[in-house]
């Protein structure tokens, strides 16, 4: 019994997980329901449609991995919030964690988000601020936890799950907030922006996963948001690309105001992750998004 | 029986409010312990300390104002928060309250503090965040508003509790933050900073002494949060003003670990002073920091 098994490995958090985890020459099984990719280093992969009844037995029963890394869920944007998906994923999940527990698995690192908190409280801290999801996706994730706790309690494995933030980085799907405005600028065109004046709290996707692993391999347990913990607003991230790319274009910096039923602001307390994982965020935003900007633009040349 | 009574009318806050009601030919009643100083226009002058028994009583008496805006307080940094004088001024303003009733004044606007909220919540919201004030000075302001919100619910006179944040501006205290940046990188010293990394929410004194008459001339009621609503570090304001300085200091951007007891956060939620007083902030941070080091560089000049 030995190894890590990471799903949802051909995402967007699970390829930066991968290298994370292959740099550091540990035993992977990467899982993805399409067939296998390269694969970095160390990383072997198993080709696994889990929403299939005893896909996730079958597995487990081949690896007998050590470690749990559960990434896999429905997440294409914008759908996810709403999709009927959520539930499968959700029964799916939880058999995953019963055959991993049974099999004699030793840690889980579950990943939720911050659409299980109450928005209205803004700042997020885990001990806190009172769980009220409003979406279908968030309801399903904060149901997959509470069963994942307390099967995971039950047997004796140590569990913790982290709440992930807004994340950005390089191959992230276009229609999403830093591609849209790289976009734009590329074409020329000032950027739409949903919510102007909205804070939210940015992490770029090497962070994210490096705090994921981090989390997996400290004693932590419980939830843990994984975010920057830096507000900042949705028209200051756009400026800041429109700026990096030479862009003359000066976005309106005033907030508009924020109609009753928003979130002016939603940002991670990150103490329990900096305190119990001894992770730092090491990309600043601009770092960050010039990178993004550089890999739309070696995209759009090609 | 016509006038706004103005308490505290000499200090940093008072100041700037009776610039804004004389500008607009208000009459004021401007009251202070201190003798009377040059007052601008229609504004009236009245000598009275309100910690003396009968005080207030007699300056209803002679003035009976319609309305009543009442800053007068201990203030004074950084002793304020748990000094002894916090118990005498609840007695004090829930007296002048009650004779400003009684004499049939028609509108009342007290003013307390973010100190009022419990910080571990972060984002405050006057209709959610819990009250759990942590010092002295906050548990009387606290105390104050309920004692003033039923004395004036009782006698059917509309009330409103501005709920301050860290307001700056020129004529601000040498110990707070601006000032003392301002004054080290006069000296040529790098700035100590106690919280550097801590997240605040800053407003120029003139768009707070704003947002104090835009809420006593509008209907709203109960507690109204008066802040910019705009998160920013102390890190980054001071190295605004090191920057508008001409300063080639740069600061440590990346937050330090904010240790358990720390308030990484504390912003205001100000869509009830933005949708029910139509107030705005005019004023933005670069160009009221810029205003504060030509105030204090003139004055260290002089």
Tied chains: 1, 2.
């Excluded at 990467?30 to 072997?44: K, L």
């Excluded at 004693?219 to 862009?247: E, F, H, K, W, Y």
């Amino acid at each position: 019994m030995s190894g890590i098994l990471v799903t949802g490995a051909r995402g967007f958090l699970g390829g930066a997980v991968l290298e994370i985890l292959a740099a550091r020459g540990a035993e992977v099984h990467a899982v993805s329901s399409a067939p296998h990719p390269e694969a970095p280093g160390s990383v072997r992969w198993h080709q696994a449609d889990l929403l299939v009844p005893g896909a996730a037995r079958a597995l487990v029963a081949r690896i007998r991995p050590e470690a749990l890394l559960h990434l896999a869920w429905c997440t294409e944007p914008p759908g996810y919030w709403s999709s009927p998906l959520n539930y499968p994923w959700v029964e799916a999940s939880a058999g995953l964690v019963r055959e991993f527990v049974a099999s004699g698995g030793r840690r889980v690192l579950g990943v939720g988000s911050c659409a299980e908190y109450d928005w209205r409280y803004g700042y997020c801290s885990e001990e806190l601020t009172p769980l009220a999801p409003g979406t279908t996706y968030g309801v399903c994730k904060d149901a997959f936890r509470r069963i994942m706790e307390r099967m995971c309690a039950d047997a004796g494995v140590p569990a913790a799950w982290a709440r992930l933030f807004h994340l950005y980085g390089p191959g992230e799907r276009p229609v999403r907030l830093v591609p849209a405005v790289v976009l734009a600028g590329l074409r020329g065109e000032a950027p739409r922006l949903a919510e102007p004046g909205a804070v939210r709290d940015f992490l770029h996707v090497r962070d994210a996963a490096d705090a994921l692993v981090s989390l997996l391999q400290s004693g932590v347990t419980g939830a843990v948001n994984v975010g920057s913990g830096i507000p900042v607003s949705v028209t200051r991230v756009a400026q800041t690309i429109l700026d990096l790319m030479g862009s003359h274009l000066v976005l309106d910096a005033a907030p508009p105001q924020a109609p009753p039923g928003s979130t002016p602001l939603l940002v991670a307390d990150v103490r329990r992750l900096t305190s119990g994982a001894g992770w730092r965020p090491r990309i600043d935003l601009h770092a960050g998004l010039g990178e993004c900007i550089d890999w739309w633009r070696a995209r759009e040349a090609s």
